[in-house]
């Protein structure tokens, strides 16, 4: 798997436009400046994968726009050993951004050819994920519960209580709710049934969707 200087340069270029864009936490712009985004997609669109664009990827789905990985991992604030849980493996990207700040990741992907695919490489590009699992994000992965960090990365209609009970006392859950624009939200979970709530902008994902194919 090739990474090019050209490859490199361009990645530079888009870790200075995120910047521009608001990103300031210096891990997640070293994150983004080292995964070679362009293998995480198909080999025709290579050349827009340094472009801050979501583009699409296997199975109707998208590889999310880089500015919002950097800003959903952003407004998590993940430190080195926490346990992170993902909704929405599809291309891996932002699981491989969650692995470079040392986080344990979980990820759950509802589509079994991406959850396939991208398990095999993440493997190859020495990414290792905990658990990476195909399945139902709405429900969470209750048996590897409490999460410091839940990161939902489609569109959901609602707000699945499933993911706020499996937050541990002072964790984090971050997710776009709203069903053609989404609004960034971010929950802090301050005791067992008490939850801060603060709003971020809006943003546009493909749909967190219910049922299974
Ligand atoms: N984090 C991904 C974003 C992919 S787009 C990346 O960096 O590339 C959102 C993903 O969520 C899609 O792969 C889609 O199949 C998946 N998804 C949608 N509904 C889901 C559900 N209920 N459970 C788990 N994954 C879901």
Redesign the pocket.
């Known amino acids: 798997m090739k990474d090019s200087f050209r490859q490199q340069g361009k990645r530079k270029q888009l870790v200075e436009t995120i910047k521009e864009k608001g990103i300031t936490d210096e891990k997640v712009l070293a994150a983004i400046g080292k995964i070679p985004r362009h293998l995480?997609m198909d080999s025709s669109f290579e050349d827009h994968a340094y472009q801050d664009k979501a583009f699409p990827?296997a199975?109707d789905?998208?590889?999310?726009q880089p500015f919002t990985?950097a800003f959903q991992t952003q407004l998590l604030a993940i430190s080195p050993g926490e346990k992170v849980l993902?909704?929405?493996?599809?291309?891996?990207?932002?699981?491989a951004v969650l692995c470079e700040l040392g986080a344990k990741v979980y990820s759950?992907?509802?589509?079994q050819e991406?959850y396939r695919k991208t398990k095999r490489f993440l493997n190859e590009l020495g990414y290792r994920p905990k658990f990476l699992s195909f399945?139902?994000?709405?429900k969470g992965l209750p048996s590897y519960k409490d999460y410091d960090k839940i990161i939902v990365?489609?569109g959901a209609p609602f707000v699945p209580k499933p993911l706020l009970s499996q937050l541990k006392i002072g964790g984090k859950m971050v997710i776009p709710v709203g069903i053609e624009n989404q609004t960034m939200y971010l929950f802090t979970r301050k005791s067992a049934k008490e939850f801060e709530k603060k709003e971020y902008g809006e943003f546009r994902?493909?749909?967190?969707?219910?049922d299974k194919n």
Do not use: H, K, N
């Open positions: 995480f990827i199975a789905q998208t590889i999310s990985v993902e909704i929405g493996t599809g291309s891996g990207y932002q699981t759950i992907e509802r589509q991406l399945g139902d994000g709405y990365t489609a994902f493909v749909p967190l969707l219910e």
